[in-house]
């Protein structure tokens, strides 16, 4: 397993398995940050990484009770389908598939315009070239997310400035490939700080 390492709790908001499954969480609305009495959220994608495809995690994920973590969007993906997970903070996880074509998360569920974030970039996104990761050409989307201007919000922005605390450390470029392999780019800072460099992953999955 590949992925980030939180360094208060020990979980990881990204990581990949030698499987080819990929998970990532992210909070919603109102519940940045650890919370007394809750289990990290860091957790999850290790719980999901155990599995085999995107499917069984996403079934293991729905099996638990969401009241053991703050509310929490999730994304896991293979090369065949991904899903989105919504913890509300009470009862199960609830599991829908992801539409074929580009999706954007935030701390919203996917492609709600209700988001600033996703208002403003999901039709930019949609309009790039496409990636090419088999030739490491990234080009468009590495400048989007570069892109840390807004009119209102940085809640607008995809490189969020610092503000109170919060804010991009690092970036990365993911995909998945028809045989399996993981090809990810990562970045050690925001996006157009610092460089996107390959991450070692191996072979593709058997």
């Not at 957790?43 to 929490?72: D, K, M, N, Y």
């Not at 009862?91 to 074929?100: D, K, M, S």
């Not at 496409?130 to 570069?146: I, N, Q, T």
Request: proline share 13%; aromatic share 6%.
């Amino acid at each position: 397993m590949i992925g980030g390492r939180d360094r208060s709790a020990g979980g990881t908001w990204m990581a990949a398995n030698p499987a080819g499954l990929v998970a990532a969480v992210l909070n919603r609305p109102g519940s940045l940050g650890p919370a007394p009495g809750k289990r990290s959220r860091g957790e999850l994608p290790l719980l999901a990484l155990e599995h085999g495809s995107a499917a069984a995690a996403a079934a293991a994920i729905a099996a638990l009770p969401a009241e053991e973590w703050r509310p929490f969007n999730m994304l896991l993906a293979d090369r065949r389908e991904g899903f989105f997970l919504r913890g509300t903070g009470t009862g199960r996880p609830e599991v829908e598939p992801l539409p074929a074509g580009v999706s954007m998360i935030t701390a919203h569920d996917p492609n709600d315009l209700s988001s600033p974030r996703t208002a403003r970039h999901l039709p930019r996104f949609r309009a790039a070239p496409p990636p090419r990761p088999d030739r490491e050409d990234w080009s468009a989307w590495e400048a989007l997310l570069a892109d840390d201007t807004y009119k209102l919000s940085p809640a607008e922005a995809l490189r969020v400035p610092p503000v109170g605390g919060f804010g991009t450390v690092c970036s990365s470029l993911l995909a998945l490939g028809a045989d399996g392999q993981v090809l990810w780019r990562f970045a050690t800072g925001p996006a157009g700080t610092a460089p996107f460099r390959p991450v070692p992953m191996g072979g593709p999955a058997p």
